[in-house]
């Protein structure tokens, strides 16, 4: 089985993606295939399409050397199932779980069947991403007993953590299997927040969704508004400006430069430095303001929908965020030699919850937590649109693998982002920022991949004839980071999972749809 004994079809877009059906055997050939080539699974989600004869279908997005491959399998098979991924990508075992959750197709030879999202909220068999779904129907909650793995043995103790936590923070759960102060296993239990997103969506004219996809995950709201944009340009086959795609750039550049400053800052703190968080506060609240100032929202919300920008920022604003970038980075670097040369923070971040480069690939680690563990991708260098494509992105690369080096690369990558937006500023092209997208007459699909300031986001679309959303997904990296924060914590002590957690500082509501 090769990639050619598949007939895929490319998509027109602004990155490179290609489509394909398969049957099971084919399903199952093409995962190993991309698995030995050392390519990771991007993303896994289902739909419904009884409707129109096709059952239900699943896709998988493999992450090529070539660009995004999405495959496509029609289940129609009675009860629904498929072969499971997971037995080639670890990664998968969570979005298959949640995958049945939502649509009740279910992942042969998974292995671990245990509800995701579920928890007792709705009853075994309610399935909200079906479309004859029964919106009448009524049912209470149930407590739920969720099967944690027991780690049995001398000495070994239970701490359980959250999933409401002493601080303003967005529910999980954190089961700790410990001797003394030293952690033998995590277990996590998430889900908590979900909100009915991918539901949400249903219905929507496809001009209007980017408003909910930018509140996927409030952080990341730059990256998702993109990737939903990008989605829907690509199902009706509309090329935006170029100013537009210029001016999208400096928003995600600017979301990542207010992420990293935060987090620099909270973890100066973790390791108890309180004069980083107060530094790095202070820093972030002026970029904030910035952002009110000049484009209406402090975390750029609703700036970027399908076909365009909101608005269009004149040379006077564009000269006060070059000068803004210049200011920024001349304080950085004064509190990147403080933080290099603070033999207590060092003490704390250096060869604490570690990820080797090893473990990384194999289990799908991304994003600045990836690069952090030698993982050499970021998709504005191996498949850059533009402006990407003229700004030559420098990588942020570290191979040690703990929060050292994740502190490492948000540094790198702040100032990288920095000189990119100067680069931004200067070269600008002209011409508007606004279009109307096209009218469809059939059934259509679109994605957009875009690399966020934590990882990469896919955000996956099926339009109706009546221009209408009929699936959307939205997909996190931390689907896939989660995972290797349970591996990241093992033989450290309890006190240091605050730290190390901050260090990967994943999503929580961008994973409990």
């Known amino acids: 089985m090769t990639e050619a004994d598949l007939q895929f079809r490319s998509l027109a877009g602004a990155m490179p993606v290609r489509i394909a059906t398969a049957t099971e055997s084919q ?20 739909s419904d399409r009884r409707d129109i004869s096709e059952g239900f279908v699943v896709y998988a997005a493999y992450a090529a050397q070539d660009g995004l491959a999405i495959v496509r399998l029609p289940v129609l098979s009675e009860p629904p199932e498929y072969p499971a991924l997971s037995t080639r990508y670890p990664s998968a075992v969570r979005m298959q779980r949640a995958l049945f959750d ?66 303003i923070i967005e529910p999980g759960h954190f089961r700790f299997s410990i001797v003394g102060e030293k952690v033998l296993r995590l277990e996590e239990r998430l889900g908590f927040v979900h909100k009915g997103i991918d539901k949400l969506f249903v219905g929507m004219p496809l001009s209007q969704g980017h408003r909910l996809a930018g509140r996927v995950s409030g952080d990341s709201t730059v990256a998702y508004a993109w990737a939903y944009a990008m989605a829907a340009e690509t199902a009706t086959a509309c090329v935006v400006p170029p100013r537009t795609a210029w001016l999208r750039a400096l928003l995600l550049e600017r979301e990542r430069v207010a992420n990293h400053l935060g987090d620099l800052g909270a973890l100066g703190n973790d390791a108890g430095l309180a004069f980083g968080l107060a530094q790095f506060s202070l820093l972030r609240e002026r970029w904030l303001r ?64 570690v990820v080797t480069p090893e473990l990384a690939a194999r289990l799908g680690l ?55 937006m100067r680069l931004i ?89």
Not at 379 to 407: E, N, T
Request: hydrophobic share 40%; proline share 5%; glycine share 10%.
């Open 290 to 353: 910035v952002n009110g100032e000049l484009f209406g929202h402090r975390l750029l919300m609703d700036c970027i929908f399908p076909g365009g920008m909101v608005t269009d920022p004149d040379s006077s604003a564009l000269t006060r965020i070059r000068q803004q970038c210049i200011d920024i980075e001349k304080e950085v670097h004064r509190l990147r030699a403080i933080y290099d040369e603070h033999a207590g923070l060092q003490d704390r971040f250096q060869t604490t919850g």
């Open 102 to 167: 939502l649509l009740g197709v279910h992942a042969r030879d998974s292995g671990d069947q245990r509800s995701w999202l579920r928890h007792a909220a709705w009853p075994a068999d309610f399935f909200p991403l079906r479309r004859d779904l029964e919106r009448t129907r009524s049912f209470d909650a149930q407590q739920e007993q969720y099967p944690f793995v027991m780690v049995a043995g001398d000495g070994v103790h239970e701490i359980p953590v959250g999933p409401i936590h002493a601080g």
């Open 425 to 513: 500023v200067d070269d600008l092209p002209g011409g508007k920022v606004q279009l109307s997208l096209p009218p469809i007459n059939s059934d259509s699909f679109g994605i957009g991949w875009v690399e966020g300031w934590r990882g990469e986001v896919v955000v996956a679309l099926e339009a109706d004839a009546s221009g209408r959303v009929r699936r959307c997904h939205s997909h996190d990296p931390s689907w896939q980071n989660w995972p290797l924060l349970e591996h990241a914590v093992l033989d450290n002590i309890v006190p240091d999972f605050p730290l190390i957690n901050k260090s990967f500082n994943l999503s929580y509501s961008g994973h409990d749809l």
């Open 27 to 46: 399903w199952t050939s093409i995962a190993r295939v991309f698995a030995d080539a050392g390519d990771r699974l991007a993303a896994l989600w289902g």
């Open 366 to 420: 991304c994003g600045l937590a990836g690069r952090a563990s030698g993982q050499a991708r970021d998709l504005r260098i191996d498949f850059p649109c533009a402006p990407y494509d003229r700004l030559g992105v420098k990588l942020a690369l570290d191979i040690r693998g703990d929060v050292a080096a994740r502190v490492a690369v948000r540094f790198d990558e702040l100032f990288e982002s920095l000189r990119l």
